[in-house]
């Protein structure tokens, strides 16, 4: 739990409605406080799998016979799972959060609280960093990214800032930046507005909504009939594509209906959206944005 409070524990872990000889993968591993919740839930015939692609969380790895975790990034999911002989699973279970571990981590620059080199990689191997992508993407580029990502109006004068900014100096750490937008920061809004542009940058480092639709669309393939789906997520953007993923079977455009207006999806959803209460926000304020979304999947034979 020093590692990572898990957001809406029971309530996630619950959605799966775990079969005691069944399946499961946690795909964001972390601290492994959902695979724990997961695996107490589970008989001896039980298996758990979990993906995580930060060496970090290596360390945080459970000693248990049924668990195997996999350091790699969860849009593989169906891959690795294959070479594992596992072809179907029961649930699946996905925290879209970034990890306290990683905010609490100075020299992984996810946090607008220390001065650090500019990373926010959950790769470390992965080429794009928050300092590569600061210095050298175009102006159009790093307004896409503050707009799309971080829903910012004001997200051309920062790219604009950026692009005069560099051609003096690089723009080296997490208080450089700051530094170099300071003027765009409202008084009194100034972490509000950071923690945006920061978002908007980590979203875009490490690829989170193509990872996302990649691993959604991997799911029905991999749901066992009934199999529970239990999602997470932070971002209005990724609360949206897991939405309509559940509602319509895709991202963009209408469903192909039939002549009586009905369409096929793979995926019902389970009750309705799930939100922390009170109570949990005021012990885990990093849950106040979270949203859990829970679906099935439906009956192949009907």
Request: proline share 4%; aromatic share 8%.
């Amino acid at each position: 739990m020093e590692y990572h409070n898990p957001v809406l524990l029971k309530e996630t872990v619950g959605g799966l409605d775990i079969k005691e000889d069944g399946v499961y993968v946690d795909v964001t591993f972390g601290g492994g406080g959902h695979s724990r919740e997961i695996l107490a839930s589970l008989g001896p015939k039980g298996r758990l799998i979990a993906f995580d692609q930060d060496k970090d969380a290596l360390l945080n790895v459970i000693d248990d016979s049924r668990f195997l975790l996999i350091n790699e990034n969860f849009r593989f999911m169906q891959r690795f799972l294959r070479f594992h002989g596992v072809k179907s699973v029961d649930g699946i279970l996905a925290d879209f959060g970034v990890s306290s571990h990683q905010f609490d981590q100075p020299e992984r620059g996810f946090s607008i609280r220390f001065d650090a080199l500019l990373d926010m990689r959950m790769n470390q191997q992965d080429v794009l960093s928050a300092h590569s992508l600061v210095n050298s993407y175009e102006e159009e580029a790093l307004r896409q990214v503050f707009w799309q990502y971080g829903e910012l109006r004001t997200a051309p004068a920062l790219a604009k800032t950026i692009v005069k900014a560099r051609e003096l100096a690089p723009i080296d750490t997490t208080f450089d930046l700051k530094a170099v937008l300071n003027k765009h920061l409202p008084q009194g809004r100034e972490n509000k507005i950071l923690a945006q542009i920061y978002q908007a940058i980590r979203i875009e480092v490490n690829q989170e909504i193509e990872v996302l639709k990649d691993f959604l669309l991997q799911t029905p393939s991999l749901l066992n009939d009934n199999g529970r789906l239990s999602v997470i997520s932070y971002h209005s953007l990724e609360d949206r594509l897991v939405k309509r993923f559940i509602r319509d079977g895709l991202f963009e455009g209408e469903p192909v209906k039939d002549v009586f207006g009905n369409f096929e999806v793979p995926l019902k959803k389970v009750g309705n959206l799930i939100v922390p209460s009170p109570a949990e926000v005021k012990l885990n304020n990093r849950a106040r944005s979270a949203k859990l979304r829970i679906a099935k999947k439906v009956n192949s034979s009907k």
